[in-house]
């Protein structure tokens, strides 16, 4: 009887687990325009904590701490917005011509390969797929990336208040639990770990938009300040990230310059990514954060059906900050464990 009621109650307890899980996914899909703007606060203040406890440490006083911390923020958002805002308009303008060379280059492609009985003569690609909304859904995602500092206030304030509570969350803590250090301890060591995350990441992403600037400009292709910012934005998106950055440099590659030139593009994308991602990065980040490569992908779909293109960018962050915290309890461990990689990896 005793086993029949443990064994309900736990029944019960999981069906609570999975109703209060479904029930917060559908609240924060349906206030996804609120939700967005609060996570990107919220990982922006995680990188912007230290400089501003470190200036709090060197005797700056707080208000002026603050103030140098958000000038740094807001000269980043106001040169990064008014690049790619002014890159965006610029390949927008030229999309018609380059889709007009884009299907020119494709229509002679296909006449060759007829020519030499390599496909029917009576070949129509273009029922197949349309270089223009290839072009055109290129320049949408651009309006759409670009539009992430559409909320730029929004997200400015929400991270000038997390910024302000961060020295009193302490003492609120000490408050409202029976044991404090215990819980701040806790909470230290998820902080940490999130900020040694993002800290590196975002190294590593101006690294490798660096690199692909300097390589694109090398090559002659246009918009490389475009291209490299987009690289620098998608690496923060894993596995695929660096796939979806490679194609809009690589399609106005062959348009430009030709295959030739196209493919060293190609080749110059996947040496950086493999020397940023495959080398420097599991040299300075360690095994102590990895995810299995099932719950990347899983992630990837699931932040990004409910928060959209930044729930990509976040994925790996979120489901981070999720497997720091159940790691963080005996009950819950096992979850984190089931989240990372096998150990043979």
């Known amino acids: 009887m005793d086993l029949t009621s443990q064994s309900k109650n736990k029944t019960a307890q999981v069906l609570l687990i999975l109703a209060c899980f479904v029930i917060i996914v559908a609240g924060m899909k349906a206030a996804e325009s609120l939700v967005v703007p609060f996570f990107l606060a919220a990982f922006i203040t995680i990188i912007a904590s230290p400089p501003f406890i470190w200036l709090q440490k060197k005797k700056v006083p707080k208000v002026l701490a603050l103030v140098l911390v958000i000038l740094i923020f807001l000269s980043f958002i106001f040169l990064v917005g008014v690049l790619i805002g002014t890159s965006v ?16 280059q494709t229509e002679g492609i296909i006449q060759w390969l ?21 072009l055109q859904f290129i320049g949408d995602s651009l309006n759409q990336i670009s539009g992430m500092f559409a909320d730029g206030f929004l997200i400015l304030f929400t991270v000038i208040f997390m910024l302000l ?6 003492k609120k803590i000490r408050l409202i639990v029976s044991k404090p250090e215990e819980s701040i301890a806790r909470i230290n060591s998820v902080y940490q770990k999130i900020n040694k995350y993002m800290g590196i990441k975002t190294l590593l992403s101006f690294g490798t938009g660096f690199l692909v600037y300097i390589f694109l400009l090398i090559v002659g292709l246009d918009y490389p300040l475009l291209w490299a ?7 923060y998106i894993p596995t695929i990230g660096s796939m979806i950055a490679l194609i809009p440099p690589v399609l106005l590659a062959i348009i430009q310059l030709g295959f030739g030139q196209a493919l060293i593009v190609m080749v110059g994308f996947v040496i950086i990514n493999t020397i940023i991602g495959n080398i420097l990065e599991p040299k300075f980040m360690g095994r102590g ?20 293109p930044i729930g990509m960018l976040l994925s790996v962050p979120l489901t981070i900050t999720l497997k720091i915290a159940l790691e963080s309890s005996e009950e819950t461990r096992w979850i ?7 150990s043979s990896e």
């Open 89 to 104: 308009s610029e390949f927008s303008s030229n999309i018609s011509s380059y889709e007009q060379k884009l299907k020119n």
């Open 114 to 134: 007829a020519a030499h009985n390599y496909i029917e003569s009576d070949f129509d690609i273009f029922k197949i797929i349309n270089p223009s909304s290839v």
């Open 165 to 170: 509570e961060v020295s009193g969350l302490p």
């Open 229 to 235: 910012v987009l690289a620098s934005i998608l690496y």
């Open 289 to 308: 954060l990895e995810l299995s490569t099932l719950v990347v992908f899983l992630s990837l779909v699931f932040w990004g059906w409910i928060l959209g």
């Open 336 to 342: 984190a464990v089931m989240l990372g990689p096998d």
